[in-house]
């Protein structure tokens, strides 16, 4: 299998699908493709047929959406056990990962993914709604599904992936979780997602990589 992802520092939806196929230890290949230059897009476009990345290349098959890529691994390596077993805790993984894929427009907007950056940037009404969201989330999955391990459901998830971008920007930006409600366990949970192995392989290359103005 070959992975096509952008820019390591920036691109959310490319740290996600590749986490999973760590996490499930198939083996693959990566190809980057840079991110935030003239030639961009055309380099995309040779190899992408959304003209987006990432991408997953398994032989003839091609997979152009994150989501879709991390359901196919799932599916392709049940023994990884990237979803919860238990099919409530399942069904919830899957809504916290959707709402992720397809929500939270304004914090996407105002706090991007920079791996290379550190500030304190106070969010907007429509920033702060997100954030109280999104620790409510992580403290409902995490109270109701997180016995047995540090993670949203206990062991680590394809959910998990999809936030795995969120404890990023949180760190970035200076996010005052407990201005949001938290109590702990968001701060908690964004501190395992840092530290976890795979993302920190991620991010080390992400620094080294990133092309410098």
């Avoid at 476009?45 to 691994?73: F, H, T």
């Avoid at 907007?109 to 290379?116: C, G, K, Q, R, S």
């Avoid at 999955?141 to 959910?159: D, K, Q, V």
């Avoid at 201005?179 to 991010?203: I, N």
């Amino acid at each position: 299998m070959q992975l096509i992802i952008g820019t390591k520092a920036w691109s959310t939806w490319s740290l996600r699908p590749w986490l999973v196929l760590r996490k499930s230890g198939a083996p693959f290949e990566e190809l980057l493709v840079q991110l935030r230059w003239d030639g961009a897009s055309e380099a995309i476009a040779a190899v992408s047929p959304s003209k987006r990345v990432p991408v997953l290349r398994d032989g003839e098959l091609v997979v152009w959406d994150s989501l879709a890529i991390c359901e196919y691994v799932a599916e392709r390596h049940p023994e990884a056990g990237l979803w919860p077993a238990d099919p409530a805790a399942r069904a919830v993984a899957r809504a916290a990962a959707a709402e992720m894929h397809s929500s939270f427009g304004a914090l996407r907007n105002a706090y991007p993914m920079d791996l290379t950056l550190r500030t304190v940037k106070a969010p907007e009404p429509e920033v702060s709604a997100d954030i109280a969201r999104i620790v409510a989330l992580w403290r409902d999955c995490r109270s109701r599904f997180g016995t047995g391990g540090p993670w949203l459901f206990g062991r680590w998830s394809i959910a998990d992936a999809f936030f795995a971008p969120v404890a990023t920007r949180f760190r970035t930006y200076g996010a005052d979780l407990a201005a949001h409600g938290d109590d702990g366990v968001a701060a908690a949970y964004v501190k395992t997602a840092l530290a976890d192995p795979d993302f920190l392989a991620w991010e080390a290359d992400a620094i080294a990589s990133t092309p410098r103005a």
